[in-house]
């Protein structure tokens, strides 16, 4: 049986050999080529490997790389900071034999978080390590729509962005961009276990109904800490553009806060005041005249 953590080390090298080009590592193309990447031999070659040894780590056959190899590769690929760590935190676990049983708890969010969503004037969402949505806050609400009426095995932010009955009326003008970041976000959580049920599920639905998420998901890209900027696309108010960055949260690995801002005095934070100020004028509950 293939071990789970070298199927997928093997998925992340063929995914980021793919990404070079011949003339990137200072080779020539020459002729036809049935790949658009580097071919096997070429990337063995400039990491120092054979071409048998490289070939079975793609394919996650039985291969312990030791952190020499692994640093090679790394070099080879032209692997950032966070990509390396990746590669390695899989080549390490897949050392390891798997154990019989994974502490797999259900994920909660304390009350002192929960107390403190509340009392946020801006957008924050808190999601599990799997991006299910597990709290929010009225201006969250306000900003990405009632997740109410879901189900809440379906309160999952990969799930909401490929799901256009859901993001139709709130598209997104960057809208790849942000499902990468999303995309990444689960890779790094399936480093940590690639065999866990929730992200199986995920991820097995989403490749089986999404011609984009199947392209996107093959990237590999893989993102452990985010922040950036994302525009929103409101009906009531228009765009806004807003800041956006993750908190983590206890727990190994743990939820994290996703909190959304807006720069003070800018046109952005006078829509998002305005959108909650509409939102808290239909929460609010009727009152009846004597």
Known sequence: MTHPYARELGDFLRARRGRLHP????????????VTGLRREELALLAGLSTDYYQRMEQGREVR????????????????????????????????PMPAT?????????????????????????????????????????????????????LNMLLLMFDDAFTSERTCPDWESQALDYIGMMRAAVATDPTHPRATAIVGELSIRSAEF?????????RESVSG????????????????????????????????????????????Q?????????????????
Do not use: C, Q
């Open 65 to 96: 790389p030791s952190d020499d190899v692994l640093e090679s590769l790394a070099g080879a690929l032209g692997l950032d900071d966070e990509e390396r760590r990746h590669m390695f935190t899989l080549a390490h676990a897949a050392r390891r």
């Open 23 to 34: 003339r990137d590592v200072g080779l020539e193309p020459g002729g036809r080529r049935k």
């Open 214 to 222: 199947r392209r996107l998901w093959a990237r590999h890209d893989v």
């Open 274 to 290: 305005l959108l909650a100020a509409l939102h808290a004028t239909r929460s609010a509950p009727a009152t009846t005249g004597e």
């Open 102 to 154: 994974v502490s797999r708890a259900p994920e909660r969010v304390p009350d002192s978080t929960r107390r403190l969503l509340r009392v946020m004037d801006t957008p924050a969402v808190v999601l599990g390590r799997h991006l299910d949505l597990l709290d929010w806050n009225p201006m969250a609400e306000a900003l990405l729509g009632d997740p109410d009426g879901y189900p809440p095995d379906r």
């Open 229 to 272: 900027t994302k525009s929103f696309r409101v009906p009531e108010v228009g765009d806004i553009t807003l800041d956006w960055d993750t908190y983590p949260l206890p727990g190994n690995p743990g939820p994290v806060m996703l909190v959304f801002t807006a720069e003070p005095g800018t046109a952005d934070a006078d829509r998002l």
